[in-house]
């Protein structure tokens, strides 16, 4: 058993106003299955980058290990996943690989093959083959990004039979079925738990709840107390013009006046006092709003469409590379229903997606989708350069619109201005996601939309989907999501 210190860790990216990591400290067991979970935007990967070396912080990080990071950078995509892997570990033996590769269901042959041949599915797990063969610890960014459920369900069982890794995602079944502890990064700091994601889930449930009670108990007490200064003081206040007023007889004026000067210095005591304690509530306030986060709902408003049938294929096969996608595919989407696509990865899910979305796929048989029927696509891959306002301006969405329903997926004023190139893929996914709930369409087409999105944000997105009747064809592999969204499934 050895450790991964970190001690005071601090890192801030060129340009940005704000730290990533300030003063960060932490000791990890290296025998650990470390789940690694926190909003878009909270310094995951960077941690991951910092580790191993990629980039440089301040502080110190000390271990006994050696940190092997995936995903694997290979090259020359041309050469042979064999030469692929010999390229990225040349220290591994052949015979660990193929083991690996066993572990992970998969034939041996794909070794022998162009790595470029390989699909995404296929990719992730001889990656992973590598990255176990290796002698090391294993800081696995999103793994679970390509692989279809059973892909996902193969994956969390071979994780759950190593032993020392650090594995970032925000698939949920995923973490539960592979790590037996969760660090989480929080606006308050990092926060190091022992036990499954379900385990940190309840407990950050739980907090949440009590926060929300606490702080309810606080702005109550606070607005008593500014009643109780209000009060108090206007009675100082009375208590001093009477030291000075009426028609008390001269003889005893002064005896009068001090009676009423005690009395006054008396109530502004006591308001002063009333202050000081609205002044503590009202710290407790803001130190507990450091850590309370009040989420925002996110709203869908689809448009009503002219006819209950939105769109209909009928007889289509579609052939890519030579290869059969799928073969005489009859497919319908009516208003209100939400269709999951699924199937194992290569079947031709996305494609698809594309087919229905705007018909610019070469296939076979009948599309029968009218002109009129306004869709709104969000692809796997984002594909813009630029600024969040000239995205929404390309799409010809109001702007104000466009960055008031960001705020609600957790932006921050400082990124409005930021080049999109600088987001995190969270965060790109959350920039295509709310452009899409801005347009008002008749028929929502997502590919993936929960790759790479935070825990907080799948919940809510599932929430809006769920209260506004849209109508939705979408691809995904988060089979908790399927299951509550989908009312139809379409199996490639």
Known sequence: MSSIIIKDLSFSYAGSLFPVFESLNLNLDTDWRLALTGDNGTGKTTLLKLLCGDVKGGGQISASVRFNRFPLEIADKEQTSYEAAYSAAPDVQLWEIEREINLLGMDTEILYRPYKTLSGGEKTKFMLAVTFAREGFALLDEPTDHLDIFGREKVAKYLSCKKGFIVVSHDKAFLNGCCDHVLALESTGAKLIRGSFATYAEEAAKKRQADAVKKQSLESESKRLKKSVERTSGWADAAERQKFGGNAKAEYAAVDRGFLGAKAAKMQKRAASVQDRRDKAENQIKELLKGFKEEEELKLTPEKYFKSRLAELKEVSVTLTGKALFKELNFTIDEGERVAVTGANGTGKTTLLKLIADGRINFEGLRNISPRLQISYVPQEWAFCGTLSEYAGSYGIEEGYYKA????????????????????????KKAALARSLCERANLYIWDEPLNYLDISSRERLKAAILSSGISLVFVEHDVSFVNDVATRRVNL
């Open 405 to 428: 329903v960001l705020s609600k997926f957790g932006f921050e004023v400082k990124d409005f201005a930021r080049p999109v190139n600088m987001f995190s893929e969270g965060q790109k």
